[in-house]
């Protein structure tokens, strides 16, 4: 069956350009969960959604970061003027009960 | 931001040989989950423990959910080389609206065959 897909699955941005993520979650599943994953690190939550409501968004970084669900199925992970540190692989899960992941954006940031 | 403590950092084993690693948290959680993640993938739900002291296999993995709810421990019996990658432990927290997961910063595993 069809898991939790990203595009593109790598990117390379210029300091300063505006990039776009995308998530396609598992068809039906009501939660979504964008996270930050540091080189050597484990995943840092950023962003929540039940359906195409924002429920949380504690863990954006900065307001260059925002996401939106609009019609509570793909998801956007957009980060305006790209910074270095803005460096990472970017995880998207859906969730019925337990979250199930994509595999990621690497983001590289030059 | 909050992650919990994983140890070894790293291990270089011997394909055959037995592997246990362990997480801890200066706060109690209600669930433990252990995730692997191989390159270039996310990361997959291996087990997930929902009760203090209950001890979990998922065939030569077992897991146990410490009795304090502060830490959790994971061993893979007779490891092969498809046992390489990166372990996480996770723990949900309910905070600002939502269940997040909050992991540790991972045991890489080397299997040598």
């Known amino acids: 069956g069809a898991g939790v897909s990203q595009s593109p699955r790598y990117k390379v941005a210029k300091r300063g350009q505006d990039v776009a993520l995308r998530c396609d979650p598992i068809?039906?599943?009501?939660?979504l969960f964008w996270y930050q994953q540091a080189l050597g690190q484990g995943p840092e939550f950023l962003t929540y959604f039940q359906n195409e409501a924002q429920l949380d968004k504690s863990g954006l970084p900065s307001d260059r970061f925002f996401a939106e669900r609009p019609e509570g199925s793909v998801s956007t992970l957009k980060i305006q003027r790209t910074q270095q540190e803005d460096s990472a692989v970017y995880l998207c899960?859906?969730?019925?009960?337990?979250?199930?992941f994509g595999p990621g954006t690497r983001l590289t940031v030059t | 931001g909050q992650q919990l403590n994983q140890s070894p950092q790293s291990m270089f084993i011997q394909e055959g040989e037995d592997v246990s690693m362990n997480c801890t948290s200066s706060s109690i959680f209600n669930t433990w989950l252990w995730y692997k993640q191989d390159p270039g993938e996310g990361p997959v739900l291996l087990i997930a423990?929902?009760?203090?002291?209950e001890l979990t296999s998922n065939g030569r993995l077992t897991a146990q959910f410490g009795t304090t709810r502060k830490d959790s421990f994971l061993n893979i019996s007779a490891s092969i080389p498809s046992d390489v990658g990166i372990y996480f432990c996770a723990g949900p927290r309910l905070q600002g609206g939502s269940e997040k997961l909050v992991f540790g910063k991972g045991t890489k595993l080397t299997v040598n065959p």
């Open positions: 068809s039906g599943h009501v939660s």
């Open positions: 423990l929902y009760k203090a002291g």
């Open positions: 899960a859906s969730s019925d009960y337990e979250q199930y």
